[in-house]
């Protein structure tokens, strides 16, 4: 629920397949903001919206889809989407990614809140996971742990933007700055750490 790591996407992509085959990519959750029933703020509402637009002015291909704001109940609670990507990887790997696309595409493209344990049950339905198995895996309190492990795992690692990158060989790490307009240049960017 990043709208950055949204606008990222194609771009995320796009190095996934440039990345030469010696190097894992591992993707960790971020969680953004802690779970809550309370409306968000005016004035958190206000930043959101403005950041949705200077990311469509840096990068107008980039879509959002305003009547979220009208439509839904907007919280600051990210905590449940994370879950969900959690439970979704335990039904197979492939359903992180598959899940994360099907949360951004709800949130920014069709109106539907992903802060709404209903509207991930659907989004779970709708891309062929076993609805009854996810919803237990959603529930699970092992979930909720398994969510702030990698969390803590993130912050640990100095992983405190979205989307953020971090290039380790075991012996060392380096921060890398995602460009979101051209895998190119992170790849460039690798290519020197590497070395």
């Keep these: 629920m990043c709208s950055w790591c949204w606008a990222f996407r194609p771009v995320l992509i796009e190095l996934k397949h440039k990345l030469p085959k010696n190097i894992e990519f591992i993707r960790l959750l971020g969680g953004l903001a802690v779970e809550s029933d309370a409306p968000m703020?005016?004035?958190?509402?206000?930043?959101?919206?403005?950041?949705?637009?200077?990311?469509?002015?840096?990068?107008?291909?980039?879509?959002?889809?305003?009547?979220?704001?009208?439509?839904?109940?907007?919280?600051?609670?990210?905590?449940?989407?994370?879950?969900?990507?959690?439970?979704?990887?335990?039904?197979?790997?492939?359903?992180d990614e598959i899940m994360t696309h099907a949360i951004q595409q709800a949130y920014y493209l069709q109106a539907r809140n992903p802060s709404d344990n209903e509207t991930l049950i659907e989004l779970a339905h709708e891309i062929g996971l076993d609805t009854k198995k996810f919803n237990q895996d959603f529930q699970d309190k092992d979930v909720n742990k398994e969510l702030i492990q990698e969390l803590n795992l993130a912050r640990s690692l100095q992983l405190n933007s979205f989307p953020g990158f971090l290039l380790s060989n075991g012996e060392c790490e380096v921060h890398i700055n995602p460009d979101y307009q051209q895998a190119d240049i992170i790849l460039e960017k690798i290519q020197q750490a590497v070395l």
Excluded at 52 to 81: G, H, V
């Design 41 to 95: 703020p005016e004035k958190t509402k206000q930043y959101v919206v403005d950041n949705w637009r200077r990311i469509q002015q840096q990068l107008p291909e980039t879509k959002f889809n305003y009547d979220f704001w009208t439509m839904c109940k907007p919280r600051r609670s990210t905590y449940p989407a994370c879950r969900a990507v959690i439970a979704a990887r335990r039904q197979g790997l492939k359903y």
